[in-house]
């Protein structure tokens, strides 16, 4: 079942900035408190990739390739997990997506629609 939607995406020049947000609309916060939630990133022909995780006490965790420019973030208040994007660059354009992830880091339900962030070359 698909728990969360994802907004924010869109069209931006390189070195610029996006915030991306992931609403949980049909949880509770006692369900949605606990999670351990993730942002990923995904590009045609490729699976999945995690860019970013945000523990219920909020220490984070960053890919590689992100880290130093993306920020995740939650408020638990408002069931919702963000993620902020600096210093974007041609090869972060993919369609992003996030979920809860299970201990074995697995993502927990079905996947929503994502939201694309493009930045042209």
């Known amino acids: 079942q698909v728990q969360f939607v994802e907004s924010g995406g869109g069209l931006v020049q390189p070195g610029g900035s996006l915030r991306l947000s992931c609403r949980g609309p049909?949880?509770?916060?006692?369900?949605?408190?606990?999670?351990?939630m993730g942002w990923y990133r995904q590009v045609p022909g490729k699976g999945r990739e995690l860019v970013a995780s945000?523990?219920?006490?909020?220490?984070?965790n960053y890919g590689d390739s992100v880290k130093g420019r993306f920020t995740i973030t939650r408020d638990n208040s408002r069931k919702t997990v963000y993620l902020q994007m600096s210093d974007l660059k041609p090869e972060d354009t993919a369609v992003y997506y996030c979920?809860?992830?299970?201990?074995?880091?697995?993502?927990?339900?079905?996947w929503g629609q994502g939201t694309q962030v493009t930045v042209p070359s």
């Open positions: 049909r949880m509770i916060t006692s369900v949605f408190n606990p999670l351990l």
């Open positions: 945000i523990t219920p006490d909020r220490f984070t």
């Open positions: 979920n809860a992830l299970k201990s074995n880091r697995q993502p927990t339900y079905d």
